[in-house]
């Protein structure tokens, strides 16, 4: 795919951490996408630092210096996923705006490629200091985007004041992962229905919400 390219990290980045443009990106996205076929192939403790220098036709030396490791490939990974992720929906409907989160988690953990890939990085951020730091930028990252769908809904009157936009999100990926990560439960369309209206209910109810102080409770 890609010759090989002598490149150093730019002064005081983490391996993989490359400035844009140029050969410096090309080098980095061949050797992401590698590293990205191999765990969706093969799986973490597979991935091999000179094959993924040779599927990406980079390399070994330029490969073991930018990333170091394998956890290293894998962190960078995620950064990558977390830049590339598809935009939240705006559909104008609190109801419609989480169905198609829950559509868009269900689908992405049960499409053939990227279930592996993100059941291979869960299971590196579970033995690896960066990757479960970069696993953690992901999902940030992710529910912040959104976020701002909650945000508008409060906004619109559909969810009480104060609501916690995150939270909310949260919660309708949440039962979608635990099914995938930990029990290894089938997850199908009507679990992710099933996690939108469940948010959806909480989120009326103002579970995510501030709790007001009962009557005749100090501050009441």
């Known amino acids: 795919m890609k010759r090989e390219s002598h490149l150093e990290s730019a002064p005081?980045?983490?391996p993989g951490t490359v400035r844009p443009g140029g050969r410096t990106a090309k080098v980095r996205t061949a050797v992401l996408r590698a590293t990205e076929e191999a765990l969706a192939t093969e799986g973490f403790h597979a991935l091999n630092?000179?094959?993924?220098a040779g599927d990406a036709g980079v390399g070994k030396t330029t490969v073991?210096?930018?990333w170091g490791s394998p956890t290293g490939l894998v962190a960078d990974l995620l950064r990558d996923m977390a830049e590339r992720s598809v935009p939240a929906s705006d559909t104008g409907s609190l109801e419609e705006d989480l169905r198609a989160n829950?559509?868009?988690v269900t689908g992405t953990l049960t499409d053939p490629r990227m279930g592996p890939v993100f059941r291979a990085v869960i299971a590196a951020a579970a033995c690896d200091e960066e990757c479960a730091t970069a696993l953690r930028g992901f999902y940030e990252t992710r529910l912040g985007t959104w976020a701002a769908a909650v945000s508008r809904a409060v906004d619109r009157?559909?969810?009480?004041?104060?609501?916690?936009p995150v939270e909310v999100v949260r919660a309708v990926s949440a039962p979608l992962y635990y099914r995938f990560a930990v029990s290894h439960e089938p997850l199908?369309?009507?679990?992710g229905e099933r996690a939108a209206a469940a948010a959806l209910a909480a989120t009326r109810a103002?579970?995510?919400a501030p709790r007001?102080?009962?009557p005749g409770t100090p501050g009441a």
């Open 157 to 164: 009157g559909e969810a009480p004041p104060g609501t916690d």
């Open 188 to 191: 199908t369309a009507a679990d």
């Open 212 to 214: 007001r102080p009962a």
């Open 64 to 66: 073991y210096r930018r």
């Open 49 to 52: 630092m000179d094959r993924i």
């Open 206 to 208: 103002g579970v995510f």
């Open 102 to 104: 829950a559509g868009l």
């Open 12 to 14: 005081g980045t983490s």
